[in-house]
């Protein structure tokens, strides 16, 4: 089972994979607990980031001096270290609240706009995680210090929230943090990925994570999505793979959903924790339809035309084959049979 510094780890060490570009891009690890640490100063090498990700496990300990540890990253690294020709971006993790700064939280927060804030280019997000963070002072702090609060339920939600974090840094779409949830992502690693590789923008970021005793804390993470035959998804490595519900191509060599008895794939679009993958349709005897992309002849169970490759709609129990126009077709007058009824 997790803790909640480990699943802060694993967050972290995605965004940094997904957001840093070697030789351009500049990044920062620290951490606070009684005091803040840097773990890594600014360094354009991904590698020396991760390792000092890594370095943290089983450290947590001590209390959480959130407001001083913004405030000296922000004016010992930022302002001293930090490129002023490029945007700066601190995202900061947190399960808890101050309980050892020897500044308040107003006075956090003017400093916070004043030092970092005030420019336009500069980002700044507090994550606070769990049901222990006061989220009202938090707000009030954000409201003060021009920066967002991302309240989040759960650490397992943390690496959507990252994700969705750095969708909103790199492209001028204004995304909506505050109601993420497992189900409701709007972003994916592959597209933070397409839009930093299309940015010739460098950053300087910095990670700043509550190492804090509470952080030792074990969680549950939600119950995986499940196939169509119920098996638990679980993510795999998958060279070429494809949603087995609607075909679409994935976007890497990583499937987050897959279930190795049935050799199953899906799209996150098709999962919800703990329930089974909705097909697009059904056989006749009401077996669930895997999706099949054929090279050879193939003929529709449906209509009795010859189709030469393309996708069909399968029932390996069945052997049967359906094209995609017959399931559009059945959804018409599923439709018009149902505004009958309701008429």
């Excluded at 496990?57 to 001590?62: M, P, Q």
């Excluded at 308040?104 to 507090?126: G, P, Q, V």
């Excluded at 606070?128 to 002072?137: A, L, R, Y």
């Amino acid at each position: 089972m997790e803790t909640k510094l480990s699943c802060a780890i694993k967050a972290s060490k995605e965004l940094v994979t997904n957001l840093h570009r070697d030789g351009l891009d500049r990044g920062c690890i620290a951490t606070f607990n009684n005091s803040m640490v840097i773990r890594q100063s600014f360094t354009e090498n991904e590698s020396s980031l991760h390792r000092s990700l890594e370095a943290l496990r089983n450290i947590a300990s001590g209390g959480t001096c959130l407001y001083d540890s913004m405030y000296d990253l922000i004016t010992g690294t930022f302002r001293r270290k930090g490129d002023v020709t490029r945007p700066w971006v601190m995202i900061v993790v947190t399960d808890g609240n101050d309980i050892s700064s020897t500044r308040s939280l107003y006075k956090c927060a003017e400093e916070i706009y004043s030092k970092f804030t005030r420019e336009s280019s500069n980002y700044l997000f507090l994550v606070g995680v769990g049901d222990d963070v006061k989220s009202d002072n938090m707000e009030i702090m954000a409201k003060k210090g021009n920066f967002t609060y991302v309240p989040v339920k759960d650490f397992y939600l943390l690496e959507f929230v990252f994700m969705t974090l750095a969708l909103k840094v790199t492209n001028s779409l204004s995304l909506s943090v505050n109601s993420l949830a497992v189900n409701n992502v709007s972003a994916t690693w592959a597209e933070v990925q397409q839009h930093r590789r299309l940015s010739n923008v460098a950053i300087d970021y910095a990670l700043l994570i509550d190492i804090s005793y509470s952080m030792n804390d074990r969680i549950r993470g939600p119950p995986p999505p499940k196939c169509f035959a119920g098996h638990d998804l679980k993510e795999a490595y998958s060279r070429d793979w494809y949603c087995d519900i609607c075909g679409k191509e994935g976007q890497s060599p990583t499937s987050k959903h897959h279930c190795t008895s049935c050799n199953f794939d899906a799209c996150p679009s098709h999962c919800e924790s703990g329930v089974k993958c909705k097909p697009l349709g059904y056989c006749p005897k009401s077996h669930p339809l895997r999706c099949v992309k054929y090279t050879g002849k193939w003929v529709c169970d449906e209509d009795r035309k010859l189709y030469r490759g393309g996708m069909s709609l399968k029932c390996n129990q069945c052997d049967y084959d359906m094209c995609m126009g017959c399931l559009e077709d059945k959804y018409v007058i599923l439709g018009l049979a149902k505004l009958i009824l309701g008429s």
